[in-house]
T-cell receptor
Framework: SQQGEEDPQALSIQEGENATMNCSYKTSINNLQWYRQNSGRGLVHLILIRSNEREKHSGRLRVTLDTSKKSSSLLITASRAADTASYFCATDGSGYSTLTFGKGTMLLVSP | ETGVTQSPTHLIKTRGQQVTLRCSSQSGHNTVSWYQQALGQGPQFIFQYYREEENGRGNFPPRFSGLQSPNYSSELNVNALELDDSALYLC???????????FGSGTRLTVV
């Protein structure tokens, strides 16, 4: 079963705009990770935020985590056409350390 | 490059057949996990191996089995293939006690 739900399911923006994706989850977590996937290929790790962190930055990425609301957001600033991909949040919280993924957000960035 | 390689890239099998997918983990990683990703869905955890022993299993039937070898290689075996087994199968390696996961590019399995 899916742990998280990403919102929106799909997002279409113009180059240079910011893209915000949200993720909600159900159980307690050790950390939350965001991944990117191009055209059904492998997953690329973007950023990890631990349960005791509230915000984290990496280049054009900004992730927030609200454990009281069991939610996270991923902000991509100044988006580029090359950012077009599906984005997944994944929580790591089980005893034997596996990832539970949401259904993803499809991002389309038009030139 | 994540250092995790999967083979084959694509595979077409007939319903009822058996299939073996292979994964070579990143050097130094002692844990390997397999995920199934159906079209339009997020990856779903199949099982995990740690030091060559199954260490956890998701909601998949026993016809999904695997193994992990000491040389960083791993296999996912699926018996009695069903049409719904058509999916992208992803392998991820990690080092127990750390947060990082490295994913392979996946094997696209089509069951006809």
């Amino acid at each position: 079963s899916q742990q998280g739900e990403e919102d929106p399911q799909a997002l279409s923006i113009q180059e240079g705009e910011n893209a915000t994706m949200n993720c909600s989850y159900k159980t307690s977590i050790n950390n939350l990770q965001w991944y990117r996937q191009n055209s059904g290929r492998g997953l690329v790790h973007l950023i990890l935020i631990r349960s005791n962190e509230r915000e984290k930055h990496s280049g054009r990425l900004r992730v927030t985590l609200d454990t009281s609301k069991k939610s996270s957001s991923l902000l991509i600033t100044a988006s580029r056409a090359a950012d077009t991909a599906s984005y997944f949040c994944a929580t790591d919280g089980s005893g034997y350390s596996t990832l539970t993924f949401g259904k993803g957000t499809m991002l389309l960035v038009s030139p | 490059e994540t250092g995790v390689t999967q083979s084959p890239t694509h595979l077409i099998k007939t319903r009822g057949q058996q299939v073996t997918l292979r994964c070579s983990s990143q050097s130094g990683h002692n844990t390997v996990s397999w995920y199934q990703q159906a079209l339009g869905q997020g990856p779903q955890f199949i099982f995990q191996y740690y030091r060559e022993e199954e260490n956890g299993r998701g909601n998949f039937p026993p016809r999904f089995s695997g193994l992990q070898s000491p040389n960083y290689s791993s296999e996912l075996n699926v018996n009695a293939l069903e049409l719904d087994d058509s999916a992208l199968y992803l392998c991820a390696s990690s080092l127990a006690g750390t947060d990082g996961y490295s994913f392979g590019s996946g094997t696209r399995l089509t069951v006809v």
